[in-house]
């Protein structure tokens, strides 16, 4: 009679529950085929937001280019944006990574630990102390003082620190 996996379509249930089936299924495949696969692969999109071109950065703009300066400034806040998301992520999953290994969290959780450390401290290298006002002009500025106050601590033509 009926096997484990298979049905019996000789039934004659079986054969109008089928026959249903494929009256409703026919013009959905149909219009699937036919319509919506085809336009799917002309437009294929990868990611669902939107992506923005890299403008060119602050350094790069001319003195009184305002509109390359507002797309710099711009980019610099999408960019900052991104990156407090991905350290959010990141302390998200090391919160996570403690809470579920209880008593074993520091040796199990060491490389998210890590991430997490290294991300935040790149974070507050690049953004940290400009306020939330901030803008491209600040952010390089910041860059700029860095590195020289990087410069000052070597040690004149060796390449090595002072400390």
Not at 56 to 71: K, L
Not at 76 to 103: H, P, Q, T
Not at 108 to 136: M, R
């Amino acid at each position: 009679m009926v096997a484990d996996d298979t049905v019996d379509r000789d039934l004659p249930y079986n054969k109008f529950v089928f026959s249903i089936f494929k009256i409703i299924d026919k013009p959905v495949t149909a219009f699937r085929e036919k319509i919506v696969e085809p336009l799917q692969s002309r437009n294929k999109h990868y990611f669902y937001h939107r992506r923005f071109r890299r403008v060119p950065t602050v350094d790069q703009c001319e003195f009184n280019d305002v509109v390359c300066v507002f797309e710099a400034n711009q980019q610099f806040k999408r960019d900052w944006s991104v990156d407090s998301n991905i350290l959010k992520i990141l302390r998200k999953r090391k919160m996570e990574c403690i809470m579920y290994e209880g008593a074993n969290a520091p040796q199990k959780c060491k490389k998210v630990t890590e991430d997490y450390e290294n991300a935040s401290t790149n974070y507050f290298i690049k953004y940290g102390e400009l306020g939330a006002a901030a803008n491209a002009v600040d952010a390089y500025m910041k860059q700029k003082h860095r590195m020289i106050w990087e410069r000052r601590q070597e040690i004149q033509g060796t390449g090595k620190r002072l400390r």
